[in-house]
C-alpha cells in the first residue's frame, strides 16, 4: 500500500489517482505503508504543523527504509528548515531552503539528472511542471538540477529517498511515467 500524507493541504486527489495510493495522516496506515509519497503544495511551516503527529513515524519508516517520494514541498520538508517560516522539518538534509530572488518558479522546465530508476524511460530534456518559492541550493544530494535564478536541486535520491521539486501529476507523460515508475519499486 502506498501512503499519501494528508497534511491539511497539497494536491491529494491527481496524486492518489495516478498512484492508486491511500490517503492518510493516521499513523497505523503509514506504518503499514510499502511506500510513501509526500505531495506538496502550501506552505513550509503549515505543513511542518500538519504532520506533528505523524511526524516521527514517517521518519522511522523512511530511516528503515521505506521508499519515499517527495513532490514539490514534500522534497523541501526533507530539509531542516526554510526561509519561508519557522518550524523544523524532518531533517534528513541540514540545510536551510532559499527564497528565489526574483519571483517564483512557475511553469514548465527541464531537470539536468543523473541516470535513476525513478527517470527511466523518461527522455533527458523533458518538460515538468514547476511551482515555487524556495528550492534546495545544490549539494552532495543533488542528484538533478534546474537552471531559474541560478541553479537549484529539482531531484534527490538517496537509497530510499526519491524527491522532486516539481509536480509529476501535472507534467504530463514524463510525470506519470516518473509516478509509475516509483509506483513499481520493489
Known amino acids: ?94 540545510e536551510r531552503l532559499k527564497r528565489f530572488k526574483k519571483g517564483i518558479h512557475m511553469g514548465w522546465n527541464t531537470v539536468e539528472f543523473n541516470d535513476n530508476i525513478i527517470f527511466s524511460g523518461i527522455k533527458k530534456g523533458e518538460y515538468f511542471y514547476f511551482v515555487h518559492r524556495y528550492y534546495a541550493p545544490l549539494g552532495s544530494y543533488t542528484c538533478g538540477k534546474t537552471f531559474f535564478n541560478g541553479y537549484f536541486t529539482s531531484f534527490i535520491n538517496i537509497n530510499n529517498i526519491y524527491a522532486v521539486q516539481f509536480h509529476p501529476e501535472k507534467s504530463g507523460e514524463p510525470g506519470l511515467k516518473l509516478l509509475r515508475n516509483f509506483g513499481e519499486l520493489a
Do not use: Q, W
Open 1 to 94: 500500500m502506498i501512503a499519501i500524507i494528508d497534511y491539511g493541504s497539497g494536491n491529494l486527489a491527481s496524486v492518489e489517482k495516478a498512484l492508486h495510493g491511500v490517503v492518510t495522516s493516521d499513523p497505523y496506515k503509514i506504518d503499514m505503508a510499502d511506500k510513501i509519497v509526500f505531495p506538496g503544495a502550501g506552505s513550509f511551516s503549515a505543513a511542518v504543523s500538519g504532520i506533528k503527529n505523524i511526524r516521527d513515524i514517517i521518519i522511522e519508516k523512511i530511516r528503515n527504509g521505506t521508499p519515499y517520494l517527495g513532490i514539490c514541498l514534500g522534497l523541501e520538508i526533507l530539509f531542516s528548515e526554510s526561509e519561508e517560516g519557522p518550524g523544523t522539518g524532518l531533517s534528513f538534509f541540514n
